[in-house]
């Protein structure tokens, strides 16, 4: 783990509602130095080897997707919150740790890859990751494995999935 990460996620209790400890990670954003360090740690993982192509989830994912795919040029797409895309989408629904949501991701945009590696700041019931990641079954498409910076392990999102799950701290 990067060396003073943990310090730069301030926990919000009873945000967005009451029970909820929300860990905003994006204090981080002001230590470009750590942030750097960050990427490169999750970028040196086999997951995004044996991925075509990124799959950045929305809104914080796009944070972390861009910059590794930056970082390793490698092509990133993107899953975004409900109308938000245009064109011709695949739209499916969740369970959060909070309430209901749903995805949608556009068609064309996954066209020419076979395999995606997904990125997003933080792993908690794995309501949101399974989401993504079925879609792009649906559409016979693999997923080389999960990359994120925090997981709530207390929560064992990673059991849900049969890809590997890669975190920069786990709380
Ligand atoms: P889940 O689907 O339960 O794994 O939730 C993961 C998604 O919800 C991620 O996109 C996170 O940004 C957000 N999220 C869920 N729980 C938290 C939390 N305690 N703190 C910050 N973000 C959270």
Redesign the pocket.
């Known amino acids: 783990m990067p060396k003073h990460l943990k310090k730069l996620i301030n926990d919000h209790i009873d945000f967005p509602i009451k029970g909820?400890?929300?860990?905003d990670i994006l204090p981080l954003l002001q230590h470009p130095e750590i942030f750097t360090k960050v990427i490169e740690e999750m970028s040196v993982s086999p997951i995004f080897k044996n991925a075509d192509a990124i799959l950045a989830?929305d809104a914080?994912?796009f944070i972390f997707g861009t910059a590794i795919s930056l970082f390793l040029s490698k092509p990133m797409v993107v899953a975004r919150k409900p109308g938000k895309l245009p064109g011709d989408l695949i739209e499916k629904s969740y369970d959060?740790?909070y309430g209901k949501n749903s995805l949608a991701i556009q068609k064309d945009s996954i066209k020419k890859y076979k395999s995606f590696a997904i990125v997003?700041?933080?792993?908690?019931?794995?309501?949101?990751?399974k989401c993504v990641s079925e879609m792009l079954k649906e559409f016979k498409k693999e997923v080389s494995g999960l990359s994120v910076v925090i997981e709530?392990k207390e929560l064992q999102?990673r059991d849900k999935f049969n890809f590997p799950v890669e975190s920069q701290l786990l709380i």
């Open positions: 909820i400890v929300f860990k989830i914080r994912g959060l740790e997003d700041d933080l792993l908690a019931t794995g309501g949101t990751v709530l999102g």
